[in-house]
């Protein structure tokens, strides 16, 4: 919706650096601050700009002369307010536009599905495959976990930013590519925890009897020892899945994200920092964010305190 707002000039006719600015609404009420010297011009004068600035609504006005506080020549110059995107927080775009047009409520609903979306499938990938690599190590131990080791660390040497980058520009930005890259990387954290709890667990009594009654390692692993592993599991996920919301969003802000159009928190941020005037670009995005992040470690909170065993356990 075009914008309803005029701006008024006021000048000494010979001399054009002596202006007064004002800005009327569509209900000719002045929007802002009002300077001094509107209040000092003679009634007749504010009847006239008053009434050319409700003709300037709907035709081009051209300037006039009006009569000065003290009696001096006033050019008075109607300009109606351009659209020029992105734009400010409007009736109907409560939010603001952003640089195409396009409303930034709805952007931030969008950009929210595909935040907690990517999260979801990507703290999933990366602990299927740290809680496997993380058994096996743990599980096993000697020089299969010393070599699982060696192998983890050199893997997470790698830059992970580099990567992307260079992947990026050979295949283009898609959410397949992100989705993929990421999880190759994040199932580092999560694996070092389940061989702690793996290597703490093996040598208790209900391993050693499921070892004598002739049921298979990986069915030891994975039926008897991991459900008595899932503390981290449970504890750290909210923390994970935070984090992977964070990760898109700085790499969309930096430009190594999703493909260009998708909405996304991080597009929002980047065009509010070229436009520097757009605070709703960063505002809305950045609530939205904050908003996220809160709930989902809250979220997770209380799936660690309805799940844990021992949250209630005490020493006696």
């Given at each position: 919706r075009a914008p309803r707002l005029v701006r008024l000039s006021?000048?000494?006719?010979?001399?054009?650096?002596?202006?007064?600015?004002?800005?009327?609404?569509?209900?000719?009420?002045?929007?802002g601050t009002v300077p001094e010297g509107w209040d000092q011009l003679p009634d007749e004068s504010r009847?006239?700009?008053?009434?050319?600035?409700?003709?300037?609504?709907?035709?081009?006005?051209?300037?006039i002369s009006i009569r000065g506080p003290d009696g001096e020549a006033l050019v008075a110059e109607f300009a109606r307010e351009t659209?020029?995107?992105?734009?400010?927080?409007?009736?109907?775009?409560?939010?603001?536009?952003?640089?195409s047009g396009r409303d930034v409520g709805v952007l931030i609903l969008?950009?929210?599905?595909?935040?907690?979306?990517?999260?979801?499938?990507?703290?999933?990938?990366?602990?299927?495959?740290?809680?496997?690599?993380?058994?096996?190590?743990?599980?096993?131990?000697?020089?299969?976990?010393m070599f699982g080791q060696r192998l983890t660390e050199i893997w997470e040497a790698i830059p992970f930013l580099s990567v992307m980058i260079l992947l990026g520009s050979v295949y283009g930005r898609s959410f397949t590519l992100l989705a993929v890259v990421y999880a190759m990387f994040g199932w580092i954290g999560i694996s070092y925890y389940i061989r702690a709890e793996f290597?703490?667990?093996?040598?208790?009594?209900?391993?050693?009897?499921?070892?004598?009654?002739?049921?298979?390692?990986?069915?030891?692993?994975?039926?008897?020892?991991?459900?008595?592993?899932?503390?981290?599991?449970?504890?750290?996920?909210?923390?994970?899945?935070?984090?992977?919301?964070?990760?898109?969003?700085?790499?969309?802000?930096?430009?190594f994200g999703l493909p260009p159009g998708t909405p996304s928190w991080g597009n929002l941020l980047d065009q509010g920092q070229i436009d520097d005037y757009a605070w709703w670009l960063i505002l809305f995005?950045?609530?939205?964010?904050?908003?996220?992040?809160?709930?989902?470690?809250?979220?997770?909170?209380?799936l660690r305190a309805a799940f844990d065993p021992r949250t209630n356990s005490r020493l006696e």
């Amino acid at each position: 919706r075009a914008p309803r707002l005029v701006r008024l000039s006021l000048s000494k006719a010979p001399d054009q650096s002596q202006t007064l600015e004002l800005h009327f609404g569509d209900d000719l009420e002045l929007v802002g601050t009002v300077p001094e010297g509107w209040d000092q011009l003679p009634d007749e004068s504010r009847e006239l700009v008053e009434e050319r600035a409700e003709l300037s609504l709907r035709l081009p006005q051209e300037p006039i002369s009006i009569r000065g506080p003290d009696g001096e020549a006033l050019v008075a110059e109607f300009a109606r307010e351009t659209v020029k995107f992105p734009f400010r927080p409007v009736t109907g775009h409560w939010f603001g536009l952003d640089s195409s047009g396009r409303d930034v409520g709805v952007l931030i609903l969008y950009a929210t599905r595909t935040a907690l979306t990517f999260g979801l499938v990507l703290v999933v990938l990366t602990y299927l495959g740290g809680i496997f690599l993380g058994a096996v190590q743990g599980y096993f131990g000697g020089r299969v976990d010393m070599f699982g080791q060696r192998l983890t660390e050199i893997w997470e040497a790698i830059p992970f930013l580099s990567v992307m980058i260079l992947l990026g520009s050979v295949y283009g930005r898609s959410f397949t590519l992100l989705a993929v890259v990421y999880a190759m990387f994040g199932w580092i954290g999560i694996s070092y925890y389940i061989r702690a709890e793996f290597l703490r667990l093996r040598k208790q009594p209900f391993v050693e009897a499921a070892k004598v009654m002739g049921i298979g390692r990986w069915k030891i692993m994975f039926r008897h020892i991991l459900p008595n592993s899932l503390v981290p599991v449970i504890t750290f996920f909210p923390f994970a899945l935070v984090g992977a919301i964070n990760a898109l969003t700085a790499l969309d802000f930096l430009g190594f994200g999703l493909p260009p159009g998708t909405p996304s928190w991080g597009n929002l941020l980047d065009q509010g920092q070229i436009d520097d005037y757009a605070w709703w670009l960063i505002l809305f995005p950045a609530i939205a964010l904050f908003l996220v992040s809160l709930l989902g470690i809250f979220i997770g909170e209380g799936l660690r305190a309805a799940f844990d065993p021992r949250t209630n356990s005490r020493l006696e």
